[in-house]
């Protein structure tokens, strides 16, 4: 493979970091959600992952390989929610001082939870306002190593951990379907996954308001949106990384889109079904081969489960919405 930020050595030291520390999260089966789409569905449970989503394997990953000047200094991150609490929890683990940049509107238990972990909150006008100015801007000021939420080998590789792990829980698998906002998660996906099994097929999944990584691979370049509106807060990215980019282009055999409604379905679901509290961005892969977006039939399908951090009050609203 041809200059990709990330290899699948680096999934597996990611791994060894993390062993002891992230959660072995549950791969479910559902026997509705199989008879559904006529495959073997294995949900990778990463809402039940510390702080909520997988995004803890990235932070921490990043923060276990900063210098010991690094660390003494602290970190500064930009995030409209998981990729905050991650590198909130992760840095207290190290004892590190971190300073988070969120958005004004990101949801309440976010900022709380963040705030919780002993993260420094600094909000700011998603609208308005560059994230990434201000956080250079107090990267500079004081000394902070700057941690996006995607664009970052460690942070890739991190996620990655996540299809590694539920490989070797459930046996080879045919499909692997990830959601997909910057594609931190689904490239280093797909580097566990296509080496562990080169012929498994992966598939992003991003909201249908904002479907610029299918287009970016459509036309072969980093294509930049406006913010989507969609409730799949964790995927409202306007753009690609410059380093997940290249992984996806290589690795990726397609990107599909799932609207709010269909989310909401797939939320529905979980609770349901499966007893469980699912994110609506949480909800992206599963509502692709629920809806046969991704063609499951007949296959053994890896559905990760991104994440659960949802206020309560807005999970009852939007499941109390009209059925589709
Ligand atoms: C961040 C996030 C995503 C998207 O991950 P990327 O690495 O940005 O593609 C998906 N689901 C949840 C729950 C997230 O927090």
Do not use: W
């Not at 495959?39 to 803890?56: P, T």
């Not at 929890?89 to 971190?98: D, H, I, P, T």
């Not at 994110?279 to 892969?285: F, V």
């Amino acid at each position: 493979m041809t200059n990709l930020a990330i290899s699948f050595s680096d999934v597996v030291a990611a791994h060894r970091r993390l062993s002891g520390v992230a959660h072995h999260t549950p791969v479910l089966t559902s026997a509705t959600a199989d008879e559904m789409t006529g495959a073997r569905l294995h949900f990778k449970c990463e809402n039940f992952q510390r702080m909520g989503a997988f995004k803890f394997r990235g932070g921490y990953n990043a923060i276990a390989q900063l210098t010991p000047q690094q660390q003494a200094a602290g970190v500064v991150a930009f995030s409209s929610g998981n990729h905050a609490q991650a590198i909130a929890l992760s840095a207290k683990l190290f004892g590190v001082r971190a300073v988070i940049v969120m958005p004004k509107d990101a949801p309440a238990a976010k900022v709380a939870a963040t705030r919780g972990y002993g993260g420094e909150v600094v909000l700011y006008d998603r609208y308005t306002e560059d994230r990434q100015e201000i956080s250079q801007a107090l990267a500079r000021d004081q000394g902070l190593t700057m941690i996006p939420p995607y664009d970052h080998a460690h942070v890739m590789a991190g996620q990655g951990t996540a299809a590694k792990e539920l490989i070797e829980q459930a046996g080879p698998l045919d499909v692997l379907i990830t959601p997909l906002g910057g594609g931190g998660l689904l490239s280093g996906c797909a580097v566990a996954a296509k080496a562990m099994n080169p012929n498994c097929k992966v598939y992003g999944v991003e909201p249908e308001a904002g479907n610029d990584a299918q287009r970016s691979l459509r036309e072969g370049r980093i294509v930049h949106i406006d913010t989507p509106s969609t409730i799949a807060d964790g995927a409202q990215t306007q753009h690609l990384g410059e380093l997940t980019f290249p992984v996806l282009r290589e690795l990726v055999d397609g990107v599909v889109t799932v609207s709010d409604a269909e989310l909401i379905e797939q939320m529905r679901f979980f609770a349901a079904r499966m007893k469980m509290v699912v994110e609506p961005t949480g909800c992206l892969a599963a509502a692709a081969a629920m809806t046969g977006k991704v063609d499951v039939r007949g296959k053994r399908v890896g559905v990760i489960v991104s994440g659960g951090n949802v206020d309560l009050a807005r999970f009852a609203t939007l499941l109390g919405q009209q059925q589709a």
